[in-house]
T-cell receptor, first 111, second 113 residues
Framework: SQQGEEDPQALSIQEGENATMNCSYK?????LQWYRQNSGRGLVHLIL?????REKHSGRLRVTLDTSKKSSSLLITASRAADTASYFC???????????FGKGTKLSVIP | DGGITQSPKYLFRKEGQNVTLSCEQN?????MYWYRQDPGQGLRLIYY???????QKGDIAEGYSVSREKKESFPLTVTSAQKNPTAFYLC????????????FGPGTRLTVL
């Protein structure tokens, strides 16, 4: 079962602009994670935010979590062409046995 | 270098054949996972193993089999019973438990001819 749903499905921006991607989920979670996947490659872990956290930063990444709305957002500031990739949210459900991935947002950063 | 490797990168299979995908990690992780990714889709869990000599079915285990005889290795066999095996297969590992971040291999693209 896929719990996380990213929005938008695709996003195209100019280099230097900020990119925001959203993730909604349906059930209680222990944590929510964001991953990046370059075309034809494996996934790379970006950031993990626990259910009792509201915001987390890592370099140019900012993640927020609103458990009341069951949603999260990933903000990439000052985007670069190298940020072009698909971004997935994954939820670790409270009491669940698995990490559940959404379908991803495909980000294109135009130089 | 610590990491997780998968081989081969590309694999072609004739209908009716079983094939085995390799996954090896030297991160000293207890847990390992196999996912399937179809175009434009997220990852779906096939099998996972939290400890050596133990593994559990994920959401789409039918037509697949695994073994976990060593901590470092978690091979996946795609059997002839899998009706639509053409996909991108990803192996991952983590510290024990689904709550931890997962480290992914580069993937194997399987095509059925």
């Amino acid at each position: 079962s896929q719990q996380g749903e990213e929005d938008p499905q695709a996003l195209s921006i100019q280099e230097g602009e900020n990119a925001t991607m959203n993730c909604s989920y349906k059930t209680s979670i222990n944590n929510l994670q964001w991953y990046r996947q370059n075309s034809g490659r494996g996934l790379v872990h970006l950031i993990l935010i626990r259910s009792n956290e509201r915001e987390k930063h890592s370099g140019r990444l900012r993640v927020t979590l609103d458990t009341s709305k069951k949603s999260s957002s990933l903000l990439i500031t000052a985007s670069r062409a190298a940020d072009t990739a698909s971004y997935f949210c994954a939820t670790a459900g409270a009491g669940s046995y698995q990490l559940t991935f959404g379908k991803g947002t495909k980000l294109s950063v135009i130089p | 270098d610590g990491g997780i490797t998968q081989s081969p990168k590309y694999l072609f299979r004739k209908e009716g054949q079983n094939v085995t995908l390799s996954c090896e990690q030297n991160l000293n992780h207890d847990a390992m996972y196999w996912y399937r990714q179809d175009p434009g889709q997220g990852l779906r869990l096939i099998y996972y193993s939290q400890i050596v000599n133990d593994f559990q079915k994920g959401d789409i285990a039918e037509g697949y089999s695994v073994s976990r005889e060593k901590k470092e290795s978690f091979p996946l066999t795609v059997t002839s019973a899998q009706k639509n095996p053409t996909a991108f297969y990803l192996c991952a590992s983590s510290l024990q438990g689904f709550y931890n971040e997962q480290f992914f291999g580069p993937g194997t693209r399987l095509t059925v001819l």
